[in-house]
């Protein structure tokens, strides 16, 4: 399968999720149709989470101090937060 940019993977994921969804195609179209969309569905899992892995988010430190914590760390840590408040309202 050829490589595709995320954006136009979802994309040709979405229309093939369609053209499932109708069910109008024969068998073997069907299958064909559904291997294509898994293909496209682990190759957009996988850029998902090599981006997820490449982002950090800059942190200033109590001594003022700028580092960078993994995007993951930080979202966990800022939904512990809100819970402590009680939630968002």
Same mark, same amino acid.
């Given at each position: 399968?050829?490589?595709?940019?995320?954006?136009?993977?979802?994309?040709?994921?979405?229309?093939?999720?369609?053209?499932? +969804?109708?069910?109008? /195609?024969?068998?073997?179209?069907?299958?064909? /149709?559904?291997?294509?969309?898994?293909?496209?569905?682990?190759?957009?899992?996988?850029?998902?989470?090599?981006?997820?892995?490449?982002? +950090?988010?800059?942190? @200033?430190?109590?001594?003022? @101090?700028?580092?960078?914590?993994? /995007?993951?760390?930080?979202?966990? @840590?800022?939904?512990?937060?809100?819970?402590?408040?009680?939630? /968002?309202?």
């Amino acid at each position: 399968m050829k490589e595709f940019k995320f954006e136009d993977a979802m994309k040709k994921l979405e229309e093939i999720v369609q053209k499932l +969804e109708e069910g109008n /195609l024969a068998l073997e179209k069907s299958m064909e /149709l559904f291997e294509e969309g898994m293909s496209l569905y682990k190759m957009c899992s996988k850029k998902l989470e090599e981006t997820q892995s490449k982002i +950090e988010v800059l942190m @200033k430190s109590k001594d003022g @101090k700028f580092r960078s914590k993994p /995007l993951k760390e930080t979202e966990e @840590k800022e939904s512990v937060k809100e819970e402590d408040k009680g939630g /968002l309202f």
